[in-house]
């Protein structure tokens, strides 16, 4: 199955007037329809009874595992879509994401967040702390939970091939989630093998819908 989905950026620039003039051109947007395939993302975890009654931790641990790798899947698909973003963080420290705020086309942005990896993470922490040197957690963790107002995150999801400090400041509607009916969750039963099997899975489309509401960083 293929879903079309609406990619917006906007247009136009702001212009700097004389008096009696007014602007050659206009602010908009624009949109590109992208084809989407939708996804089925599914793991199982088989056991015997035999299997369960000897160790159960290892069966729990399993589900476990199950349901980070589904929560991981999605948290990958939506880094992908972060790394189509059109706009720039220079730097990661306050006066890099104040920039990059700015140049978000929203007057008003109360939605933002900020997602990096933990080299991205050291980064920030070393550049904060000439703000932040007087915050308790900081002197005594290190911690940065946000800057300029904006939450942090860190994943080990923000990988890639060369091992760099990389992050994403982004609106929460730049990166659209279609998805049906969450993570379904469903047993199957073999009686004569007395085998279980336990499936996860979820039907998804992850796309980023408003590329101008991305600021990527990517360290030289």
Request: charged share 30%; aromatic share 8%; hydrophobic share 40%.
């Amino acid at each position: 199955m293929v879903k079309k989905v609406r990619v917006y950026s906007g247009t136009g620039a702001v212009e700097d007037l004389d008096m009696g003039d007014g602007n050659t051109g206009d602010i908009g947007s624009q949109f590109e329809e992208k084809p989407y395939e939708v996804k089925v993302t599914q793991g199982r975890v088989p056991f015997y009874d035999e299997q369960a009654m000897n160790d159960p931790a290892a069966i729990d641990k399993a589900v476990q595992h199950l349901s980070e790798a589904l929560t991981n899947d999605v948290t990958e698909k939506v880094v992908a879509e972060l790394r189509k973003g059109t706009g720039t963080l220079a730097s990661l420290d306050f006066d890099g994401v104040v920039d990059a705020i700015a140049e978000l086309p929203d007057e008003v942005n109360d939605d933002l967040y900020l997602l990096m990896n933990k080299k991205a993470y050291a980064a920030l922490q070393k550049s904060s702390k000439q703000y932040i040197s007087y915050v308790e957690d900081f002197v005594r963790r290190g911690y940065v939970g946000s800057i300029a107002g904006v939450p942090i995150y860190v994943s080990a999801a923000v990988a890639n091939e060369n091992d760099k400090a990389e992050a994403f400041l982004a609106a929460k509607s730049a990166i659209t989630c279609f998805m049906k009916k969450g993570v379904e969750v469903e047993q199957e039963r073999d009686a004569d093998t007395r085998k279980t099997t336990i499936f996860g899975r979820n039907v998804k489309v992850i796309a980023a819908t408003e590329l101008d509401k991305i600021a990527k960083y990517l360290a030289a």
